[in-house]
């Protein structure tokens, strides 16, 4: 499947089948993160594979809303960063997170991003020290988001390419349009 196929058919999924996902799929999932690109090659992310019901379900209490389906999720990769060695921590732990939601589409998997920095949390101080705690997170590591993955319980029909916002392409500058594709 090539970038733009992908690209079309992912979608959010927020409701999971109950079904396990082989290590295979989870593998190269991972291995798809671990290849991510980043600022000056510092590769700063980390991963925490969660397959665990009842961590899932701590987890999935991050924050008020927006969250509580990573519970009846087959498993959730938590993407932090060092802030040691991070020179944009945002900018590569987004890479990597969208990198594994295009892998998990590739597997034939659904996904879900569930930003947790900059996130408020009924359970500690905010959504990060609520996952920091529940996984034994250090405190110079940046949680960024969960990515919440499984077998979809329905799949939504791709993006009409017909629909895409080519107003808001500029060319040359701002204001010039650019052919529509």
């Not at 019901?53 to 938590?78: I, M, Q, W, Y």
Request: hydrophobic letters at 40%; charged letters at 30%.
């Amino acid at each position: 499947m090539g970038i733009i196929e992908l690209l079309q058919h992912r979608r959010s999924v927020r409701r999971f089948e109950h079904k396990p996902v082989k290590k295979e799929k989870i593998d190269r999932i991972l291995q798809a993160a671990l290849l991510s690109p980043s600022s000056k090659g510092t590769r700063p992310w980390e991963f925490v594979l969660v397959e665990d019901r009842r961590k899932l379900a701590e987890l999935s209490e991050c924050k008020p809303h927006g969250s509580s389906f990573l519970a009846d999720a087959a498993f959730g990769v938590v993407v932090i960063a060092d802030t040691k060695t991070a020179t944009a921590l945002v900018e590569d732990t987004s890479i990597a997170s969208l990198v594994m939601q295009l892998a998990s589409e590739e597997e034939g998997l659904g996904s879900c991003w569930i930003q947790v920095r900059g996130r408020g949390s009924d359970k500690a101080e905010s959504a990060a020290a609520h996952v920091r705690q529940v996984l034994s997170i250090p405190d110079d590591y940046e949680v960024e988001a969960v990515i919440a993955g499984g077998y979809p319980a329905e799949k939504e029909g791709p993006y009409d390419l017909n629909q895409l916002l080519w107003d808001k392409v500029h060319k040359d500058r701002f204001g010039d349009a650019y052919p529509k594709v």
